[in-house]
């Protein structure tokens, strides 16, 4: 079965760092560009990160540029999200999500994982 | 960055009913537009992408149309398990962006 898990989420003070994990199974992982989407709770979807299949690209959104970095292992079919700085404002669900190509679109995604940021 | 703007934001309709929800673009983004529909702590799920192309396994219900800036899904009829939120998504060019979202409830 295609799928991703989230992990690593958790409450987090302001200023701290997380890291969360994205393990994928069921398909060739190294084959596909991978994102980050986050949802604050009662809102919408919001692009977070993306990394090309072989890790030499990344793009990030500017609300979190310099903050956080995207990363893979193929060799372990993991995606990865290290957040620095963490603030009040990054309190979501991240999920993880396939990028299906050519078509353009995010075809599998993980269950996510909450991040709350709260002193 | 791109804007996508959906109409309406909520819409409150009947089983068997005939709906539509427009996604405008502050630019121009070709036909590099998905549609995905969310329940209630559940992840996304991918309806359309290109568009108009429909994700294998989506019902036939579920339709999307449009390019260059405005866009449609279509759900011809409204069954039990479609009340849910749709989100238009852009892919066209970096920052990746969505549609507010609209709400879809039973009427």
């Known amino acids: 079965e295609v799928q991703l898990v989230e992990s690593g989420g958790g409450l987090v003070q302001p200023g701290g760092s997380l890291r969360l994990s994205c393990a994928a199974s069921?398909?060739?992982?190294?084959?596909?560009?991978m994102h980050w989407v986050r949802q604050a709770p009662g809102k919408g979807l919001v692009w977070v990160s993306r990394?090309?299949?072989?890790?030499?690209?990344?793009s990030y959104a500017d609300s979190v540029k310099g903050r956080f970095t995207i990363s893979r292992d193929n060799a372990k079919n993991t995606l990865y999200l290290q957040m620095n700085s963490l603030r009040a404002e990054d309190t979501a669900v991240y999920y993880c999500?396939?990028?299906?190509?050519?078509?353009?679109?995010?075809?599998?995604w993980g269950q996510g994982t909450m991040v709350t940021v709260s002193s | 960055d791109i804007q996508l703007t959906q109409s309406p934001s909520f819409l409150s309709a009947s089983v068997g009913d005939r709906v539509t929800i427009t996604c405008r673009a502050s630019?121009?983004?070709?036909?590099?537009l998905a549609w995905y529909q969310q329940k209630p702590g559940k992840a996304p799920k991918l309806l359309i992408y290109?568009?108009?192309t429909l994700q294998s396994g989506v019902p036939s219900r579920f339709s999307g149309s449009g390019s260059g800036t405005e866009f449609t899904l279509t759900i011809s009829s409204l069954q039990p398990e479609d009340f849910a939120t749709y989100y238009c998504?852009?892919?066209?060019?970096?920052?990746?962006?969505f549609g507010q979202g609209t709400r879809l409830e039973i009427k």
């Open positions: 998504q852009q892919l066209n060019s970096y920052p990746i962006t």
């Open positions: 990394i090309n299949s072989d890790g030499s690209s990344t």
């Open positions: 630019q121009g983004i070709s036909s590099y």
């Open positions: 069921g398909f060739t992982f190294s084959s596909y560009w």
């Open positions: 290109a568009a108009s």
């Open positions: 999500a396939r990028e299906s190509l050519p078509e353009n679109a995010f075809d599998i």
